[in-house]
């Protein structure tokens, strides 16, 4: 029955909102990992970024993929708590500190998962890249032969910033990146992802939006 | 058969026609990617392959039914104007002026639909001018106020008011045309346009030497420019009888307009996508790049021919 209504969401609503009002570009497509496990690391900058990530899986491997939020925010009342869980597929995570959030991703890449990480850790402002946290690096410590694709979502932030619930049409570049190996030390693998992301946002001149 | 198929689909005969004719055209088309190697020419195979998709989608959407057409050709303004609005610099505070510019679309192609010549002719050229300019002014933020009003209203003019001159054409040319209706003056635009693009292209490459704006558009040459005026010229004269009320004087001159007026439009989108360092506008269209990409011409051909045609030809 979950399921149902899940797959009903994702194949009805959110591929009409994302591939229609908005649409998408999308490069290297066949780079985004749809078995686990593995870990996708993209920029945030708006709500729809889960929704569009989620919209290019196919709908077979939906209920592989987790994408890693904070439990303080989505959890706050029951029908978000329901919605974020039961129809996203969000892994909560406490960031107050509370339990350990590394054991909880470790156990879900244990069952195969695709775990989402947004490593700037909320949407920030629109369209810029924040300072990385680094929970993915230790994530990646005791995980290092999952591979870790870096992904660059651009547009999502002007169609749905922070702040605003109107939705308002732009189209969204996503750019999918080769793996980013770990080589054995926390400070060089978050130099390397962000250098990653990075290079994904200078292939294309994305226009001012201040 | 293809009567009864026309019947069918209360489509004019002469148009279903002409439409099974670019089919045929199609189809050499893909003879000669074939002959040249598949391989060899990737951007071509994809170019010609995306044309076959193209107009099959319009064939069908366009000539079916009378409420799907309105809403196929709004929609095609509608990715127009996303893809204009993805690509020029905006501020965050426009996004309601956004918005409501492609709020507009709807209501557009409604007074199109209904042949409302006067409110088609006036809503965004006066009341959106008007809204958009509002809006912003309200929202409090003057820092690049007037760029943003200037972009803003002029891509709602370039890809929602030029474009709707198709439904428009469409929906009121049925008392103008008794040859083959709105839908044959809408084929005699869109194909010729097309036609024209296509034979500039190939004049261009097969003898282009002298530049016409080196800075806006180097591959535009006055050899490619008159060789697909004349060719687009001579195709109009023998469609334009056969299609519309025109004799093949009128027509020799609506291929004139429409030539020339495809070729400004082209160069003006150049001009707009060398402005904002981008190659194409999108990337919907394989081998053609995006929806701006494959229309620019339209977006002066539609209003030229739709004002010269209406002028002279309506009741």
């Known amino acids: 029955m979950n399921n149902a209504l899940r797959y009903l969401f994702f194949a009805g609503p959110v591929r009409f909102l994302v591939l229609l009002v908005l649409g998408l570009n999308v490069r290297r497509r066949d780079k985004l990992p749809v078995d686990g496990p593995a870990i996708i690391v993209a920029n945030h900058n708006s709500h729809l970024d889960t929704l569009t990530l989620l919209s290019l899986m196919p709908l077979s491997s939906l209920h592989k993929v987790r994408p890693v939020a904070a439990l303080d925010y989505f959890m706050r009342n029951k029908w978000l708590a329901w919605f974020a869980t039961r129809i996203i597929g969000i892994l909560p995570v406490d960031r107050s500190g509370g339990s350990n959030p590394l054991a909880k991703s470790k156990a879900a890449l244990a069952e195969g998962s695709v775990l989402v990480l947004y490593p700037e850790g909320t949407r920030g402002e629109p369209e810029k890249l924040a300072e990385f946290k680094r929970g993915v690096a230790l994530l990646v410590k005791e995980n290092s032969g999952v591979p870790v694709v870096p992904v660059l979502m651009h547009g999502l932030g002007k169609a749905l910033p922070k702040g605003t619930r109107l939705i308002v049409p732009f189209i969204c570049d996503i750019f999918i990146g080769d793996p980013v190996p770990w080589k054995g030390d926390t400070k060089v693998f978050m130099s390397d992802l962000r250098g990653a992301i990075e290079a994904l946002a200078a292939e294309a001149h994305f226009p001012a939006w201040e | ?315």
Do not use: C
Not at chain 2, 3 to 23: F, G, K, N, Q, T
Not at chain 2, 268 to 285: N, P, Q, T
């Open chain 2, 1 to 315: 058969m293809i009567e009864r198929i026309a019947d069918y689909l209360e489509v004019p005969v002469d148009v279903m026609a002409a439409v099974a004719s670019v089919y045929v055209i199609l189809a050499a088309a893909s003879l000669i990617v074939l002959a040249l190697g598949r391989e060899r020419q990737p951007e071509l195979a994809a170019r010609v392959k995306s044309w076959w998709v193209m107009v099959t989608v319009f064939a069908v959407a366009v000539f079916i039914n009378q409420a799907v057409s309105a809403v196929f050709l709004a929609f095609i303004s509608y990715l127009a104007l996303k893809e204009f609005f993805s690509m020029i610099p905006s501020r965050r505070i426009d996004r309601l002026a956004v918005f409501a510019a492609y709020l507009s679309i709807p209501v557009q192609y409604w007074f199109a639909y209904t042949a409302q010549f006067g409110l088609f002719s006036v809503f965004i050229p006066v009341w959106m001018f008007l809204l958009l300019p509002t809006i912003m002014a309200l929202g409090g933020e003057t820092g690049g106020y007037l760029k943003s009003v200037g972009t803003l209203s002029w891509g709602l003019m370039m890809t929602v008011f030029t474009l709707s001159h198709m439904a428009y054409l469409l929906f009121s040319g049925d008392t103008a045309n008794v040859v083959a209706g709105g839908a044959g003056l809408l084929f005699f635009l869109v194909f010729l346009t097309q036609f024209n693009d296509v034979a500039q292209f190939t004049w261009g490459k097969l003898f282009g030497k002298r530049k016409i704006t080196p800075t806006v558009s180097p591959k535009k040459t006055w050899e490619g420019f008159i060789g697909g005026l004349v060719t687009t010229i001579v195709l109009a004269m023998f469609i334009g009888p056969w299609l519309t009320p025109m004799d093949w004087q009128w027509s020799a001159v609506a291929g004139a307009i429409i030539a020339t007026a495809g070729f400004l439009g082209d160069i003006a989108e150049s001009a707009v996508k060398r402005d904002m360092g981008v190659k194409d506008a999108g990337a919907l269209i394989p081998g053609h790049g995006g929806i701006l990409d494959r229309i620019d011409s339209l977006t002066f051909a539609a209003p030229a021919f739709t004002h010269f045609f209406r002028y002279f030809f309506y009741p």
